[in-house]
């Protein structure tokens, strides 16, 4: 798959409005593996006062939480989800989110950019963020 740019996408006033209303974070792809990204990213939010709610198709508990299998599962309400993992997952994971009803910003990582899902999210009254990393473009607001 080529690399898209992003056509859809927050800008800074954006993204500081959208820390400004998160509570708690689903991520999607969130590794046990200490030395991930995923896992590094989700341990700073997570310090930074986040409710992280790991998505993995293993383990139990990481960074301490409870793991879910699929968004459909977490029983609680879900502010942002944040996506490590590939490009053409996205439409699914968009999917998911417009199926919960609840999801208010879709966010893609550093490197992960589909138009197509972002544009469904986006229809659907997500804000959307893509090829952009959530720890680093919060450390710019603190």
């Not at 046990?32 to 998505?55: C, M, N, W």
């Not at 293993?58 to 968004?71: N, Q």
């Not at 910003?105 to 589909?114: R, Y």
Request: glycine share 4%.
């Amino acid at each position: 798959m080529e690399c898209e740019f992003p056509t859809i996408n927050a800008n800074k006033q954006e993204i500081k409005e959208i820390f400004n209303i998160t509570k708690t974070i689903a991520v999607v792809g969130l590794s046990p593996d200490e030395t991930k990204d995923s896992h590094r990213v989700a341990k700073y939010l997570q310090e930074h006062g986040f409710k992280i709610v790991p998505i993995y198709p293993k383990e139990e508990t990481i960074l301490g939480e409870k793991v879910y299998r699929s968004l459909a599962e977490i029983p609680f309400e879900i502010d942002m989800v944040n996506i490590f993992r590939k490009p053409d997952i996205l439409p699914l994971v968009a999917d998911a989110c417009i199926e919960r009803g609840d999801v208010k910003i879709f966010w893609a990582q550093k490197g992960i950019v589909n138009n197509e899902a972002a544009q469904k999210a986006k229809d659907a009254g997500m804000r959307v963020v893509q090829n952009m990393c959530t720890m680093a473009e919060h450390r710019t607001l603190l």
